[in-house]
């Protein structure tokens, strides 16, 4: 089958540095997702990770580990507008077709 | 530009009623999905189509129903058979097949109250 967790919640401050993790358990993995949902929109993309290793974008970087079947989203400084939902999903292409499966997000709180 | 539009944005229902939600996309993306979304949880895949006249059902397609007659389009009907169809609807596409670091690209979203 296939799972994915990440923490319900997390609180840093503003200026700091925030880690995301993300285990997932899949038989056809494809590649790992991020992406940043604000409360009543649209996920919009973050980063991509098919390889290990580290991929930086700006303040926002994304580690996989395939052979743990974990990632990491890091936030580099900070900002109040940080503050909005955070989902991993993975896409598994294992029946032939491409399925994105999403974790249940992790709502990441920026305080002044 | 290209994306994808959902509409109507917010819809309301009396139980017992059918409601189809349209999605367009201009993206030309091969693949289209449906998710559902509620409260403090993350998205589940409801239905998803590789091709034209092709799809498959995802973890949560009991009471809903697609078609995919068009590669712009994947309409989604929820039927009286969905038990809680409250909820935030999100269409997604993407070119997977021939772009390998293809994400998903999200429409807006409907959100659907049914009382």
């Known amino acids: 089958g296939q799972n994915i967790d990440q923490p319900t919640e997390m609180t840093a401050t503003e200026g700091a540095i925030v880690q995301i993790n993300c285990t997932y358990q899949t038989s056809g993995f494809n590649g790992l997702f991020w992406y940043q949902q604000h409360a009543g929109e649209a996920p919009t993309f973050l980063s991509y990770?098919?390889?290990?290793g580290l991929e930086e974008k700006g303040r926002f970087s994304s580690f996989l580990s395939r052979s743990k079947g974990y990632s990491y989203l890091l936030l580099k400084e900070l900002q109040m507008k940080d503050s909005a939902s955070y989902l991993c999903a993975v896409r598994d292409h294992g029946s032939g077709t491409y399925k994105y499966i999403f974790g249940t997000g992790t709502r990441l709180k920026v305080l002044a | 530009d290209g994306g994808i539009t959902q509409s109507p944005k917010y819809l309301f229902r009396k139980e017992g009623q059918n409601v189809t939600l349209s999605c367009e996309q201009n993206l030309n993306h091969d693949a289209m999905y449906w998710y559902r979304q509620d409260p403090g949880q993350g998205l589940r895949l409801i239905y998803y189509?590789?091709?034209?006249?092709?799809?498959q059902k995802g973890d949560i397609a009991e009471g809903y129903s697609v078609s995919r007659e068009k590669k712009e389009s994947f309409p989604l009907t929820v039927t009286s058979a969905q038990k809680n169809p409250t909820a935030f609807y999100l269409c997604?596409?993407?070119?997977?097949?021939?772009?390998?670091?293809?994400?998903?690209?999200f429409g807006n979203g409907t959100r659907l109250t049914v009382t």
């Open positions: 990770n098919v390889l290990d």
């Open positions: 997604a596409s993407s070119n997977a097949r021939s772009s390998y670091n293809s994400p998903l690209h």
């Open positions: 189509s590789q091709i034209v006249n092709d799809f």
